[in-house]
């Protein structure tokens, strides 16, 4: 090879590897901006939060309470909040893709106003199979409203602030930030910003771990 040639080889090496530095400098200028963006409509101050509010990893939870793939994970999410108590905190979301999910949100949130909403929660899901719609049969949310009072929800006095303005203004928040996000199932998570890479509960765990790996100072 002579000179002239080992010269415009080096050349061209150079330029192929500035042109590859700077579209991964891009990509993930362009992958934090999605996620700050993301981040702007995943939390809100309404929302409601288990674990420590200045928990340095969030998990984001797309909800919808009529969602049986939502039951299925709830203790899952729970089992995770137990694993890491100090250091990670679930951001729930309202999503009412299902038919009666609305009518539940309401009730959840009827009973957040009395301190009730985890155990409600508990409660509501365990009889999901008892209020949930089924074949295309209506959903029977008189069973919900059981299940909640037997959580200890106070029935007179939520079946009044369920029509609060505050509470309407809670759904119709929420349900805008779902289609901002484009969350178009449930549940849908995000890990401090991040989406899932796939689908699953290894996954999601796998996500957590990392994040709290980085929170902890590891790399």
């Given amino acids: 090879m002579t000179r002239r040639t080992l010269v415009a080889v080096t050349a061209v090496v150079a330029v192929l590897g500035f042109?590859?530095?700077?579209?991964?400098?891009?990509?993930?200028?362009?992958?934090?901006?999605?996620?700050?963006a993301r981040s702007a409509v995943l939390v809100r101050p309404h929302s409601p939060v288990f674990g420590p509010k200045d928990a340095p990893v969030t998990i984001v939870e797309f909800f919808d309470p009529a969602c049986g793939t939502c039951r299925a994970f709830h203790p899952i999410v729970k089992?995770?909040?137990?694993?890491?108590?100090?250091?990670?905190?679930?951001?729930?979301?309202?999503?009412?893709?299902?038919?009666?999910?609305?009518q539940v949100v309401r009730i959840l949130e009827?009973?957040?106003?009395?301190?009730?909403?985890?155990?409600?929660?508990?409660?509501?899901l365990a009889a999901q199979s008892e209020w949930s719609s089924h074949g295309g049969a209506a959903p029977n949310i008189g069973k919900a409203w059981q299940a909640a009072g037997s959580a200890g929800l106070d029935v007179?006095?939520?079946?009044?602030?369920?029509?609060?303005?505050?509470?309407?203004?809670?759904?119709?928040?929420?349900?805008?930030?779902?289609?901002?996000a484009g969350v178009n199932k449930t549940p849908t998570f995000f890990v401090n910003g991040k989406p899932l890479p796939s689908f699953g509960t290894d996954q999601l765990f796998a996500l957590v771990r990392e994040e709290v790996s980085i929170a902890r100072g590891g790399s």
């Fill in 79 to 102: 089992r995770i909040r137990e694993e890491y108590p100090d250091t990670v905190r679930v951001v729930m979301r309202y999503t009412m893709f299902h038919q009666g999910s609305d």
């Fill in 156 to 180: 007179a006095r939520a079946r009044r602030d369920i029509l609060r303005p505050e509470i309407t203004a809670v759904l119709n928040q929420d349900m805008a930030d779902v289609n901002a």
């Fill in 19 to 36: 042109t590859l530095v700077a579209v991964l400098y891009n990509r993930s200028v362009e992958e934090q901006a999605a996620t700050a």
């Fill in 110 to 124: 009827a009973a957040r106003l009395q301190g009730k909403l985890e155990p409600v929660l508990e409660a509501v």
